[in-house]
C-alpha cells in the first residue's frame, strides 16, 4: 500500500495558492466594467507563495527537472514577493504620507534590479552581510508608520491589515531580518506555515472586500449613467409628425451611453416646423447635461422659431457662463410650408445638404456663424430659400462626416452627397436607414460595436409646394450632383 510522502501537506498547498492565484488573476483581467489591480497583485502573492512552498518540498525538489532548484531561486521569490506586496498595498490604501508608500514600491524595484545586476556581473550572489535585512526593516517601519501612526479613515479592511502586520508580517519578517542584524537577541524562526496562512487569508478577505467595493461603486456609476441615458432620451422628440406637404426622419446613435448631440423638432399651427440640431464638445454626462440645457433654451423660443438667427442668439445668450470650456455647433432652420419657404442660420456646424430632385442638383447651405457658448456678442444671420417639390435636405453632425474606415479615411460630405444623389428614396424613412446603413457598411462597423463619434441625422422630403413657384436662392452655394 502506497504512502504519501512527509511533505505532501507543503505540496498540496503549493499547488492549491497557485491554481487559486491564477484564477484569481484571470477573473480580474476578464472583468468587463474595469481591471481590480489589487486582485491581480493579490493572485502573484498566492502563486509566488505556492511555488516557494513547492520549491522547499524535498519530493518536489527531488524530481528531473523541476525548474526551481536554482540556487538563487528562492531569493528571486523573496524579492518578487517584495514587490507585489508593496504594489497590493498602495493599491489598497494609497500613496501614504509623503508618498512614502509610492517610494517603497519604487526602490523595491531598483533594488531588486540592483541585486539581479549584481549577480549576472558576477556570476555569483551579493557578498556578506547582505543590505537585505536592513532594506526590509526600513520598509516594514515605513508601513508600520502608514497602516497604524497615521490617522486615516477607519475601515474593515484597514483594521484587518493591521492585525495582519502585527502578527503575520512583523513576527516571521521583521525579527528575522533584526537577529541578522543583530539587533534582536533570540535566534528563533517564527515563519511558520500557520503565519503564511493567517496572512494570505487575511489578504485575500482584503482583496475580496476591495473588489466588491469597487463592483458596488461601479454599478452605482452604471445605475447613474442609465438614468441619464433615460433622461436625454426622452429630451428627444417622440413624435415626428410633419405638417402636410413634408416628411421627416431624425436618426440617432449616440459614442456611449450618453452623448453630446441634440436635436428637437417643433410644429407650429400645422403651417411651419423649427428645427434645432447642436453638438456639445466632448461626450459622456457632461455633454448630455449641456444637451438638456438645450432643449430648455430652444423650447423657450417658440415664438420666434421663423427666426432661426434669432433662436440661436438667444440661446447663446442662455449658455452664457454656464458651460465653462466647452463649445456647441448648431444649426436652426425653420420650414414655412404655406409659403414654401426655408430660412435658416448656424453657429459654426457642418452645412446641411440640399438635393433638388426635380433639377438633379446638390447643394449646401451656409455654413457660417459662430460657435455658441464662449463669445456673448455673437450675431447670426438668416438664409432664405424657396423650397421646390421632391427637395431633400440633410441634416447631420460632423460625426457623420468624420467617421473613418478602417484604412483611416474619413466618409466625408463629398461621400455623402454623393450618396444621396445617387439613391431615389422613397421616403425620408428611407433615405435615413440608408445613409446610416451606408455609413456603417462604409466604416466597418458592425450593428453591435458603437460608431467613434455621436452620429445624429435628420431627413427633411419637400412632398408639396406652392403653384406657382419661382426658386429665389439666398445664401446657398449650388454645386452639380
Not at 504512502?3 to 507543503?10: E, I, R, V, W
Not at 511558520?192 to 463592483?215: D, R, T
Not at 402636410?244 to 426622419?249: R, S
Not at 459622456?284 to 417658440?302: E, R, T, Y
Request: hydrophobic share 50%.
Amino acid at each position: 500500500m502506497s504512502t504519501l510522502p512527509a511533505d505532501f501537506g507543503d505540496i498540496a498547498a503549493g499547488l492549491i495558492e497557485s491554481s487559486i492565484g491564477l484564477t484569481v488573476i484571470l477573473i480580474a483581467l476578464l472583468r468587463r466594467r474595469s481591471r481590480d489591480f489589487s486582485l491581480v497583485s493579490f493572485g502573484l502573492i498566492l502563486i509566488l507563495a505556492g511555488i516557494r512552498w513547492l520549491a522547499h518540498a524535498p519530493t518536489m525538489r527531488a524530481l528531473v527537472g523541476f525548474p526551481f532548484t536554482h540556487p538563487y531561486f528562492n531569493a528571486a521569490v523573496t524579492h518578487a514577493v517584495l514587490i507585489v506586496i508593496s504594489a497590493f498595498l498602495v493599491e489598497i490604501f494609497g500613496p501614504g504620507l509623503y508618498n512614502s508608500t509610492v517610494w517603497v514600491f519604487r526602490s523595491t524595484i531598483v533594488y531588486t534590479a540592483a541585486m539581479v545586476g549584481y549577480a549576472l556581473i558576477h556570476q555569483g550572489p551579493p557578498p556578506e552581510p547582505s543590505i537585505y535585512p536592513l532594506v526590509a526593516v526600513l520598509w516594514v517601519l515605513v508601513w508600520l508608520v502608514n497602516l497604524v501612526i497615521v490617522p486615516r479613515r477607519e475601515t474593515i479592511a484597514l483594521r484587518v491589515l493591521r492585525i495582519l502586520f502585527l502578527t503575520a508580517f512583523i513576527g516571521p519578517a521583521m525579527i528575522d531580518n533584526l537577529v541578522v542584524l543583530h539587533l534582536f537577541p533570540w535566534n528563533v524562526h517564527l515563519e511558520q506555515p500557520v503565519l503564511v496562512v493567517l496572512w494570505l487569508f487575511g489578504v485575500g478577505y482584503i482583496a475580496a472586500h476591495h473588489f466588491f467595493s469597487n463592483e458596488a461603486k461601479l454599478l452605482a456609476m452604471e445605475q447613474e449613467i442609465d438614468i441619464a441615458r433615460r433622461i436625454q432620451q426622452s429630451n428627444l422628440p417622440e413624435n415626428l409628425a410633419a405638417p402636410p406637404g413634408l416628411e421627416i426622419a431624425a436618426r440617432y446613435s449616440p459614442m456611449s451611453a450618453v452623448a453630446g448631440d441634440f436635436y428637437d423638432i417643433r410644429v407650429t399651427d400645422e403651417t411651419g416646423v423649427g428645427i434645432l440640431l447642436a453638438d456639445v464638445s466632448g461626450h459622456g454626462v457632461g455633454a448630455a447635461l449641456i444637451g438638456s440645457m438645450l432643449k430648455i433654451a430652444f423650447a423657450s423660443q417658440a415664438e420666434h422659431l421663423s427666426d432661426p438667427a434669432r433662436v440661436l442668439t438667444q440661446i447663446n445668450c442662455i449658455l452664457q457662463g454656464k458651460i465653462e470650456e466647452s463649445f456647441v455647433t448648431a444649426c436652426s432652420l425653420f420650414i414655412d410650408v404655406t409659403h414654401g419657404r426655408l430660412r435658416y442660420a448656424a453657429a459654426g456646424h457642418p452645412p446641411p445638404l440640399l438635393w433638388s430632385g426635380s433639377r438633379l442638383r446638390l447643394g449646401r447651405l451656409s455654413s457660417g456663424g459662430t460657435v455658441l457658448g464662449p463669445f456673448p456678442d455673437a450675431e447670426y444671420e438668416n438664409a432664405d430659400l424657396d423650397l421646390e417639390l421632391d427637395d431633400w435636405i440633410v441634416l447631420y453632425t460632423d460625426g457623420i462626416i468624420e467617421t473613418r474606415n478602417k484604412a483611416g479615411e474619413l466618409f466625408g460630405e463629398e461621400r455623402l452627397g454623393e450618396f444621396v444623389a445617387s439613391r431615389p428614396f422613397a421616403s425620408a424613412d428611407r433615405a435615413a436607414d440608408g445613409i446610416m446603413k451606408h455609413i456603417s457598411t462604409w466604416s466597418g462597423h458592425s450593428g453591435e460595436s458603437s460608431p467613434d463619434d455621436d452620429l445624429t441625422l435628420i431627413v427633411l422630403r419637400v412632398m408639396s409646394v406652392p403653384v406657382p413657384l419661382v426658386p429665389v436662392l439666398s445664401g446657398i452655394a449650388k454645386t452639380g450632383a
